[in-house]
């Protein structure tokens, strides 16, 4: 789908969308545009990471922007993340992606109401909100971030956390990385020559974006030792039982064997009281084992 | 309620105080300055995260303080600071919040004896007395550390702390990202242009509170470790005493069992001295284990 | 094998450019450019480190360049990097270099189309082309680490990865120690003096590829640590197991041991009933711990 | 105790210092230079933390110097700690601690010899004096480290090392802490208006002070770290011995449990060489697992 | 022994070096250079720490450089560095130290070819000698730790590594260390008013050598921690067959523990096919546990 957000005669520069774009299409505008082969091949591309390019007689940009309606178990970049390419000149912009964005549509608003004196603006418009596309979700993680931190450290009893901590994981370090890979486009966008408050403003917002990812990840990966720890604190707890049961046996065990030995002369065998004093003895290095153990603090 | 706390005739601005604000007081004055429907319905979300905003006319605040009054097991946003929104201009300040805040009082006082020349002013001192209410927790916190650090690592005897360590490394999680999410706020009140002594006061402020909660939650993180480790250790204790056992039972057990066989043709069974001397090797064996493991040092 | 890139009477400047070179031709060449000997002799070491030097009339640089063809358990300097070494004067540009190295005639061609004004022009270039070695390698660094993620933390049954974590992370260590050897290197060419936008460009890939890295690093690292994590964690079901078998069987163990046992006076022995009324109360027995151990959760 | 260190009329302004002062005698000083109560109040807590407060017509400081006397368990900021309080405006500087601190002298000699323009200058050398006391302690606290990590890494039988570590760790935590509190105090010393080539001195100690202490603690805390793990090798050495207990006795155990048995028709309990035969198949069982044990690397 | 390496009328200041000077000498010079006895004192004690010192008159440097000759257990400021003592004015340099130091009659050679206009000058150059003695090690120390990685990560059978780990980490500590403390010395040699392109450059190689020692210390850490964890990992290993014997052993055990009861009705002890009969269930029991290992992948 094609569409003319801005002409040339009304705000000084044009403005082309292309959404789910036909490579007819795309071929066409590259034509007319003078676009670089390569540049097409990497718009077509659905998995390609962000990018700054400076070809000559324009920029190429590529950005990756945060799409919501992902499952649980979404870790893919193409999964996660949706692209959007830029063509970006003095003259015109062309914003090229596949799934229907919402802002393209505000922004096209915007220009109805408001002035923009150079296409630069308009680009400086554009990455601000496909940054703010990363910002709702930080919320959203770090929520569930607390709710496994609550699982692993206040239920004892433990529920097969591990996937949930690793998808969630996986989703926080590839928006790092992704911001980590967009670094080129801020910085070409807010240069010493031609930035202005509009563009430190975007780039405030990245800076601060970075800042809570790197948080984030710094939570989830104690989250992940923590979870791991609580794990192995549990091998303690068995290895009481095991040591408790092992403790009060083996000399009851030992005893019984003593009596089980056949030789010919052993006077307890004869003795009437032989059997109630051997049971009456293990019951007292029962309880002596018992009351070591309360001692301990075992029990 | 709905207090006037400086009026323009006297002090060249106003400032209107609304504390347990109705709905119908909001809309009022939402009316009256022409405030942003958006900006009022986040005035009345109770959770709402701190944020910066610039619209047309004028700047709108929330800031979240530290609400002194909280229980141990206090985690969420909610339970642990109050919000503070503020809408600001050149002609007016209005502060909006639900608990009684001791500090408005006290900045209404000081107006009375020195007069401020401008709204941004009013809005420093506001910002700092709000941020001030971090500054008391910290130490509070800082104890806290230091009591379950003594517990974690002195006391031999371990009471359950997991359930304590979590909710104060929570606490100090909160209050880190609340500075974080407050950035924006105190960044665009201390600005290059219209930034003054005591702008960057209250940004000085800032980086000293980030800091200190940064080096808490450092140490929070490191007594966990710390804790899991010493828990960890006893397993070591455990499997000592496990292994003491096991060591000292199994030979004598083998040794009972050998004279427990049904052969025919035993010669030790028939000795007349076959049971004492079994006794006497089993003794010898036990004397032997208690050297070695003394040895090693394990007993 | 020796080319002559470019001339003095056309460019301004010369260069020439030996792959595999043979220690006669490099000699000729010491001779004529007058060379110093340490350079030299550094040129022909296979394994040097990166460095920059400034003798007297040029400057002295080497290299290394990320190689692409290696297999999995390459782990050294040589294995992973060529080395590209360059001497660099006003006058003259000389690159030395074993591996045939495609950028090479690709920057000769740009030659013969673009302008160079000097040699600090021509080593900028060649210098980000040494750097984009670096970028591509990145990329599928990271895809290796997703993939030994996933193994770590979904696959529930171990593969031996100690191994190949252990070549990727050597292997992101050592670009990393690259890099940071390289810091002269770039530092000297972007000065305050001397530098200019393209050598700001150099700088801000090489700052770019630090960055990477470094998240490369720190990803495998804690990967390593889940990986001995997860192991850690079957300990526990092992000691489960283990537990479970001894908690089972030591009561019945003791029961048929007292049994076993030949004191002449033992009525239960005399009993008829005395062999099924031993064996239901093993059951009762083994049903009992069987209940107790579900309440426990460790059925 | 009262003493009066400098004379207006001699320096050009005025230094009072009290050292153990009574109630009586600071109330007359508050007095006569008009300080206020709050800050009078803080004098006397003897825990007060660091802190700089500008109070209209003075400055009010209380700075932590590093006592020396202390215990190797002191660990609170009183124990470890003297606080000395200073009053200072143009014209009077007046300083209060409970201890005599020689170095108060050591400055009034200096104040005869040396003539100073301004109590700042005289500030600037009091708090220099006052961070100097930190210097020493990092090189004994280092060598204590270096102590504690010899015998953690070097020294197989471990003596009780953890409480050692403890009140190590605290000292170094305790000392940062006071530093990252005092950071005020150094800022508004070494302001860009006011600062020189003196203040400037100051500042460089405080942030060699602080890269030192943060260092000695990464240090502990690594320390800590490898006392647990080598603390958790042990577990490793407990476990082969009990491993190779059980696995050496289990299958002889079993063995004569089998020719235990009371069935009327075995008829290896008959033959006259049952019990050697037997004895012989024990024999080489135990060298059997010998062997394999041999192997494994675990004997 | 006492060299003249610089004459005032040749060179403009005067440069002494006394490599094991006598107290007689170092007296003598005291006094005509009039050296204040503090830093004479300093000069003696052979394990000074790094330090700078403007005395009035006079610099007091003390730096400590890498002392090659060392042995694998070197791990004390004394083993790993040599003392070298610097006192600098504008008219002359002393410098006294222990060793022979090879560099210092490189520098002297140097004089004799190039002009120095300062003694400044020379002092830099000094400087950068010493600090280059460190260069060297940091790629022998990679080395190590290298091969230390290679023994923790591939060879399953475990030499004992702790000690050789240990000694390494303590000479990256030290140097660290020492770089640190030198930090003082560098800051006033390059300070903002004298700098120049030389102390920058001796700047520069402070700060990588800084970088340099980090990463090598990050790494020894890390693999401190992978010695451990995989030394842990081991306890898997050893708990895997130590669960095998039991699951395997105890119902076995049980079973001929049934059939060694004495009771008198017993029908399975009657009966002829008794005891095959048995042995078959064990069999039957062995073989069920063995397929229940391999289904869980323990076998």
């Keep these: 789908m094609f569409k003319q957000l801005a002409k040339k005669e009304e705000h000084g520069f044009e403005w082309l969308d292309l959404s789910q774009p036909e490579n007819e299409e795309l071929k066409q505008i590259a034509e007319k545009y003078n676009l670089h082969e390569a540049s097409v091949h990497d718009c077509l591309q659905p998995d390609h990471l962000p990018k700054y390019e400076a070809v000559n007689g324009y920029c190429f940009i590529i950005f990756r922007i945060y799409a919501d309606q992902q499952s649980m178990e979404a870790d893919t970049v193409q999964e996660l993340t ?66 496994y931190e609550e699982c692993v450290f206040l239920r004892s009893r433990k529920v097969p956390l591990l996937k949930g901590l690793y998808y969630l994981r996986r989703k926080i370090d590839l928006v790092r990385r992704m911001l980590i890979l967009s670094y080129d486009i ?42 791991f720890s609580t794990s192995s604190q549990r091998t303690n707890e068995i290895m009481r039982v095991l040591t408790i049961f092992s403790v009060f046996f083996m000399p009851l065990t030992f005893i019984v064997g003593i009596y089980g030995m056949n030789f010919k002369y052993m006077p307890e065998l004869d003795w009437h009281l032989g059997y109630p004093a051997v049971m009456l003895l293990m019951v007292i290095i029962t309880i002596a084992v018992f009351i070591w153990f309360k001692r301990k603090g075992w029990l």
Tied chains: 1, 2, 3, 4, 5.
């Excluded at 403003?201 to 710094?218: C, G």
């Design 82 to 147: 949706d692209k959007i390419a830029i063509f970006f000149s003095d003259k015109y912009i062309i914003t090229i992606h596949r799934q229907e964005q919402g802002f393209v549509n505000s922004i096209a608003d915007l220009l109805q109401t408001q002035k923009l004196k150079s296409t630069r603006q308009l680009l400086n418009i554009l990455i601000k909100y496909c940054l703010q596309t990363y910002d709702a979700p930080s919320a959203k993680l770090a929520k569930d971030i607390d709710y």
């Design 186 to 227: 801020i910085d070409n966008l807010d240069t010493e020559d031609e930035g202005n408050v509009n563009t430190r403003d975007t780039r405030d917002l990245y800076i601060k974006l970075q800042n809570v990812y790197d948080s984030l990840y710094d939570n989830i990966n104690q989250l992940l030792n923590a979870y």
